[in-house]
């Protein structure tokens, strides 16, 4: 399997059992191009793309949504830019949009409300899942890439950034009034700036969470769970899910992800993160041994012993058909295990489930794990660079990654404006502690070559929950393998691709800041 490949299957999985979040169905690739004269009413459109429009009907009947917004209408672009402007300079222009084969159909349908909009006809350029990654690089290295637009595993930034592959887009948000702002930190700086430069727009983001079964663990609390509270360590993470790893019935007292390859990095970095870990020194040499490296690996030792059957096999599909399937007590996962699984078509678990804030240890800090998620990129070699900008921010609108989360298809936003919205909330049980958590995230940074050390490290942190190693040797072994793999990009000799002082700001965004709880 590929890096893309791995890297979509957590939400290509969903696609038998959530809508796409810009509505499924088969539609031709290539659609017509637009005369300004000839275009529909901008109002009109605009009142098409809502509630009623795009999320589930059975999800609207189950939590009795109205035809009310799920996001801010201030804060939302496509209803807050001058389409009249988009239209006079750009109709009857051309975009094409690198995308994975088995998303065309949903794509082009999606993208109806975006030509009409603005009169751009979109080409899709379908590249298949399992060689996204290895063909964009090709197509960018042959100086003629066939697109003019891409979205990609936010991971790959640096290794797409530093070579000049990607357009800047800092004077095309600034004309166009993109709302940077709304976006938390943590993703607009990781998914959207390399070398202080914005080169793309934040699309899927995600955030690492740990949530816990109600009926199993209040038990063993002797009453109802404290969202910070009541499992406020990994020490009394391990202690309770031991506690229910006795209890039997079907149920393992934990679920996590330590599959090999990156799966079992994300995992530890989850947890380092709250020992304070810090991937790298100033002067860019890994820190993978350090004593936060080491704490982590000896939680996740002791957490394995608690964990269900194969877990040292398990990446995003296997946790989240254990977690939704009612055979876990505690899980540590992403936040749409804790949407998707109010959803009745989903889960097997509603209504008996929490999430919490992060589990803290001690000598560290509060740094909930932004880790994976996608972004939006425009290639520097694009005929029409501003249209495909165009395409990208309606693609990443507020509203849309509102309704995005209201079909829980794992397709997360990363606005505070839809994030804090009460509506959306109500039908997303995870939101608020999200919210508040995303003031002090963590996360790894998009350099060159990144994903290929996650991966390295994986594969040891992997070899150490199996026995076959040490954990202090898997650490080792990474980072050896991290300098490696950071000289052959360009990190040798006091130099590097980018500057620490540039990646830094977005490393831990909630220094100094106060705790949510």
Known sequence: MTLFKQSVSRRSFLRTTATVGLAAGAAGLKLPAFAQSNLPDIQATLDKISVDGYVREDYRKLYKLSSDPLWDPAKDWIRTVDWEKVRSEQSGKTVRFAIGAADQDSA????????????????????????????????????????????FFSPWLGDFAAPGFLAELDDYAAKW??????????????????????????????????????????????????KSKSVASYDELIRISGEANKLGGGVAGLGMMLARGFWSTYTWEHIGAQAGLKL???????????DAGMKAMD???ALQKNAIEGTSGAGWGENRAAWLGGQVATNISWQD??????????????????????????????APPNIAGSTSCVAATSQNPEGAFLMLA????????????????????????????????????????????????????????????????GNEINRAVTGQISAKEALENGQAAWKKIMEKNGFSGGKAPVAYADVAPGMYVGAGKPLPF
């Open 280 to 290: 790298f020194d100033e002067q860019w040499n890994p820190q993978l041994a350090s």
């Open 299 to 301: 939680i996740i030792m």
């Open 337 to 366: 295990s804790g949407t998707q699984a109010m959803r009745p078509d989903q889960s097997k678990i509603v209504d008996d489930f929490v999430t919490i804030y992060e589990p803290r240890i001690e000598g560290g800090v509060f």
């Open 394 to 457: 309606f693609l990443t609108t507020s509203s849309i990654m509102a309704m995005n989360e209201a079909n829980a298809n794992g397709v997360a936003p990363g606005y505070r404006s839809v994030l804090g919205n009460e509506k959306l909330r109500a039908i997303s049980q995870p939101m608020e502690v999200w919210a508040n958590s995303l003031e002090h995230a963590w996360c790894a940074p998009r350099l060159p070559g990144m994903f290929e050390m996650e991966q390295a490290l």
């Open 177 to 226: 009034k993109l709302p940077l702002d709304d976006f938390y930190d943590t993703y607009r700086l990781n998914y959207g700036y390399f070398g202080g430069k914005l080169v793309g727009i934040p699309f899927d983001c995600d955030i690492q969470m740990v949530h816990l079964r109600k009926s199993i663990i209040e038990k063993i609390l002797g009453g109802p769970i404290d």
């Open 108 to 151: 082009a349908e999606g993208l109806k409300p975006f030509e009409a909009l603005s009169g751009i006809k979109v080409e899709l350029v379908p590249i298949p899942d399992d060689s996204f990654y290895d063909k964009a690089v090709a197509e960018f290295v042959s100086g003629n890439a066939s697109f003019d637009a891409l979205q």
